[in-house]
């Protein structure tokens, strides 16, 4: 084997720096967040689950906070991405096309229903809390399932390159003798095949994407592997930008010119400290107000040096008294660290976009208010993670899309009588900013009856209004007829006849 190519290099040192710069800072966050695991970056035995940290608050919003995000972005109770025809079609057309882009949307899905996904989601958005969530999509044989799992930031490194898109790197200690498992047509040197037999040898693996901008109208991913240390195989083409490299990195409120993201346990991290700090103090306090300390004359006799302890008894010389001895009072005042401790509460649950809707008092919020905070925090939590749908959670779909035509599937371009049809991926932001037009909808009608009341119909067109609401709202269940029908006879809504009119039939005698 032979030094790694220059350009792999090249792109690996500056990444290495970035993450060096940042590799306190990270491990200062999961130490609060997930106690243990900021032991990941020095690999300490895996009995290395302690911790310094006096409080438990961090932990619990970042695993709230991990799991609003699968459930904003991937939830597994729906579909999260549909696929919008950009391309003109004939009217005539149109349901036959849309039966074609259904059918690639159900066999994406089912793969992904099928994969170890839904299982390990919170685990990989969990690092959405230090702002950098990663995972790796690949199949080990066309025969199984897709397999996933999280990159966690010590096996990371990234910089950005052209356009912002993230030069990455995947850096893992590996046992020796699953070399072979993970790259079953590698060649392996002699000195490798030699380390491979050893039962408790292990090897580093350094996986490396970026993406190649010979053709700029399309862009390639080209790969480079290195095992500790030497080149295992050489800087090839692994295939287009869209789907081709099993290393999707996303970034949540990503900051300019820097690789790492920017996620609520960055935001929080002063305010993490301060609290810890406060505990530290309230508790410390508490443990001096209970223990006795004592101050007594040395008569050569008496030793209280190591405390009293109950049921024993004291020798003392003959002149003692219980003036000779005096107890020193350490009581501490804790009120103003329980004041304080409750401020920086909230400061870190409003980082951790879990500020609402909370009950504040005696009185809890009205079904409008829970719902007003709830989407406020929403749109707070929207902006910032973005950049995920981009990075992230759109290469994924790719991913899986490109996987699928790999196993033969379906083909890649999606076809009806010979055309290609051109289709766009939306986000669940396009659908959350849906759901704010069905509920502006909602408000506006709800005016329209106060104001027209059942003059209503006649200024508003019900039935195509109906037809939107329950489109932009995603449901795939309500059928909707195209024009009003009277109910049916005998329900009570002819108004001349009365329901307790023995007329009718219906009334009593």
């Known amino acids: ?12 040192q500056l990444a290495k720096r970035w993450r060096d710069a940042a590799r306190p800072f990270l491990e200062e966050i ?8 900021e032991h990941d970056f020095s690999r300490k035995s895996v009995s290395e689950y302690d911790s310094d940290t006096w409080i438990s608050l961090p932990e619990e919003m970042a695993d709230d906070f991990a799991s609003d ?24 057309q149109f349901e036959a096309v849309m039966e074609i882009v259904q059918d690639r949307e159900d066999r994406i899905f089912e793969m992904i229903q099928q994969s170890n996904y839904y299982e390990i989601a919170p685990q ?20 199984q399932p897709v397999f996933i799992e999280p990159v966690a930031p010590h096996e990371l490194l990234i910089v950005p390159g052209h356009m912002g898109i993230l030069d990455r790197f995947r850096e893992k200690i590996v046992p020796a003798n699953t070399l072979k498992a993970l790259f079953p047509d590698g060649k392996f040197s002699k000195e490798l095949e030699a380390k491979i037999k050893k039962p408790a040898a292990t090897a580093k693996v350094c996986w490396g994407y970026w993406v190649d901008w010979e053709d700029a109208g399309n862009p390639q991913w080209r790969c480079e592997i290195t095992i500790d240390g030497k080149q295992f195989k050489a800087p090839e083409v692994i295939g287009p930008f869209a789907g081709s490299c099993p290393l999707l990195v996303g970034r949540f409120n990503p900051q300019p010119g820097r690789p790492w993201g920017r996620g609520p346990g960055w935001k929080a991290l002063p305010d993490m400290r301060v609290l810890d700090k406060i505990d530290e103090i309230i508790l410390t306090g508490m443990d001096q107000s209970i223990l006795n300390t004592l101050i007594y004359s040395d008569d050569g006799t008496l030793d209280l040096a190591d405390g009293l302890e109950a049921g024993r008894a004291y020798p003392a010389g003959r002149g003692f008294d219980r003036n000779s001895v005096f107890e020193l009072n350490n009581q501490t005042n804790l009120d103003a660290g329980w004041f304080s401790e409750e401020r920086i509460e909230d400061r870190i649950r409003t980082a951790f976009f879990q500020d609402g809707p909370r009950q504040r008092g005696d009185t809890p919020p009205t079904a409008s208010q829970w719902l007003d905070e709830r989407r406020r925090v929403q749109q707070r939590i929207g902006k910032p993670s973005a950049p995920l749908w981009k990075e992230l959670i759109l290469p994924f779909f790719q991913r899986i899309e490109t996987l699928a035509v790999e196993s033969r599937i379906f ?31 909602r408000s506006n009608l709800e005016l329209g009856v106060n104001v027209f009341q059942d003059q209503l119909p006649g200024v508003v067109d019900m039935v ?4 939107n609401i329950v489109e932009a709202s995603g449901d795939e269940l309500t059928q909707v007829n195209n024009e009003l029908t009277p109910p049916p006879v005998g329900t009570g809504s002819d108004p001349s006849v009365s329901p307790t009119d023995p007329a009718s039939g219906s009334g009593q005698a």
């Open 1 to 12: 084997m032979t030094a790694p190519s220059a350009d792999f290099k090249h792109r690996y």
């Open 30 to 37: 999961l130490m609060f967040i997930r106690p243990g695991r």
């Open 69 to 92: 995000v699968v459930m904003y972005y991937t939830p597994d109770t729906q579909k999260w991405v549909s696929l919008e025809v950009t391309a003109p079609v004939e009217e005539s």
């Open 124 to 143: 990989i958005f969990f690092e959405a809390n230090h702002g950098t969530p990663a995972m790796w999509v690949d199949k080990g044989h066309l025969t």
């Open 411 to 441: 083909d890649r371009e999606i076809t009806h009588n010979g055309n290609a049809l051109t289709v766009l991926p939306v986000s669940p932001l396009q659908k959350a900013q849906n759901q704010d037009k069905v509920l502006v909808t």
């Open 464 to 467: 195509g209004t109906f037809k």
